[in-house]
T-cell receptor, first 114, second 111 residues
């Protein structure tokens, strides 16, 4: 498809389990962002890639969160030893332009930690 | 204080009405400003950029006031399909990745 694709669409995990969320950006888009969106809130920045380089990971809430984009296209956000407060929608966005706007968002992965 | 603040609403207005809401930002180094729209359980989508001189796109008008550090969005002749959450977005000069979203203003248009 032409848009940003995220999988899975929904993920339910038990507390303590590891999860991996995938983002397939628009082909050719250099910039890739991960956001966390809690209910009733706006997206909160997690991390940013320019091609395969992770230029900013200041938004990752703890060292349990890890993201990679090894070949500069598909990205994976991994959360280790999940906690209930990790429950949120995780949005991926990509952009082709300098200034990183507009951002094209995927549908998100809705993560629920039981 | 949050870096970008919005009135969460909800704003509940009749179809055809004009509605406006503001967004304030705290960092004077903010460079670029945007309004995104997010439908329930959907991803955010860019609605419009906000330019210093103000700009209009059909029924939508965006304004920027740098002195008072706020941006506004005006919707004229509102349609039922305008019902959504409107997210204010601010980017900073210092970093290409420093993109800050407000919590959003919920708008509901009633018939």
């Amino acid at each position: 498809g032409a848009g940003v694709s995220q999988s899975p669409r929904y993920k339910v995990a038990k507390r303590g389990q590891d999860v991996a969320l995938r983002c397939d950006p628009i082909s050719g888009h250099v910039s890739l962002f991960w956001y966390q969106q809690a209910l009733g809130q706006g997206p909160e920045f997690l991390t940013y890639f320019q091609n395969e380089a992770q230029l900013d990971k200041s938004g990752l809430p703890s060292d349990r969160f890890f993201a990679e984009r090894p070949e500069g296209s598909v990205s994976t956000l991994k959360i280790q030893r999940t906690q209930q407060e990790d429950s949120a929608v995780y949005l991926c966005a990509s952009s082709s332009r300098t200034g990183n706007q507009p951002q094209h968002f995927g549908d998100g992965t809705r993560l629920s930690i039981l | 204080r949050k870096e970008v603040e919005q009135d969460p609403g909800p704003f509940n207005v009749p179809e055809g009405a004009t509605v406006a809401f503001n967004c304030t930002y705290s960092n004077s180094a903010s460079q670029s400003f945007f309004w995104y729209r997010q439908d329930c359980r959907k991803e955010p989508k860019l609605l419009m950029s906000v330019y210093s001189s103000g700009n209009e796109d059909g029924r939508f008008t965006a304004q920027l006031n740098r002195a008072s550090q706020y941006i506004s969005l005006l919707i004229r002749d509102s349609k039922l399909s305008d019902s959504a959450t409107y997210l204010c977005v601010v980017t900073l000069y210092s970093s290409a990745s420093k993109i800050i979203f407000g919590s959003g203003t919920r708008l509901s248009i009633r018939p």
